[in-house]
């Protein structure tokens, strides 16, 4: 339910069952559970939808890894905000889309590494924002929205992999700003990286060192 655990100051990990179908983690479930330090997801689930602020200021929250294979994936606002001791997030090899929400994992200090977002539609407005141990992460062809200040204030971040082949998804503005002094975006061909160009300069992006992109 939702509040369930909320601001537990004993509480230190949560296990879910081998043996799930869906997976339903309530708005505020975990919120401020300062003592929490891991959550293990079964390989295998139907779909998850984790609500607003569920694991949000768990200051001592650990690496995520979802299930390998799943359903879809929906990440609430402010899910994951300020859990500073994340420095790896997982998502699933498999699954249907991954959508995340505003303000998700905002002030993860500590995230270096996203894996697997092949699936990933949509990343809200401040998704990542101030997650400034990040130093790279990779676009995927099925992305379709990236919200404002998705990537804002990431200071290590330098590369943006683009996997798209020939369109941008819909951007918003300043999504890379206040990132790495040598930021650039890779895309894989000369069509896409004119295609993030055009849509980059369509919102006003066009002309600051955070839109430059390179050939890969």
């Known amino acids: 339910s939702e509040s369930a ?9 949560v296990t879910l069952p081998k043996k799930c179908g869906k997976i339903t983690i309530k708005k505020a479930a975990f919120n401020e ?22 694991f949000r200021f768990c200051e001592s929250l650990q690496d995520i890894t979802f299930p390998e294979k ?26 249907g889309d991954i959508s995340i929400g505003k303000y998700a994992f ?3 200090l500590g995230i270096t590494k996203i894996k697997n977002t092949d699936n990933i539609v949509k990343y809200s407005a401040h998704a990542f924002e101030n997650c400034n141990s990040l130093t790279s992460v990779t676009i ?18 330098k590369k943006v992999y683009v996997n798209s082949k020939k369109e941008a998804p819909k951007l918003e503005r300043n999504i890379f700003a206040w990132t790495h002094k040598n930021f650039e975006i890779i895309a894989k061909n000369k069509t896409a990286a004119q295609a993030w160009k055009k849509v980059l300069k369509k919102v006003g992006d066009g002309d600051t060192k955070v839109c430059y992109i390179q050939y890969a």
């Open 140 to 157: 995927s062809d099925k992305t379709k929205f990236i919200g404002e200040y998705a990537f804002y204030e990431c200071n290590s971040l």
């Open 106 to 108: 905002v002030s993860c």
């Open 5 to 13: 655990f909320e601001k537990s100051t004993t509480l230190k990990s």
């Open 70 to 95: 799943c359903g879809t994936l929906t990440i609430g606002n402010q899910a994951f905000r300020y859990c500073p001791k994340i420095k790896t997030l997982t998502f699933p090899k498999k699954s």
């Open 33 to 54: 559970c300062k003592t929490l330090k891991t959550i293990t997801f079964p390989k295998e689930s139907g779909n998850i939808t984790i609500g607003n602020t569920a």
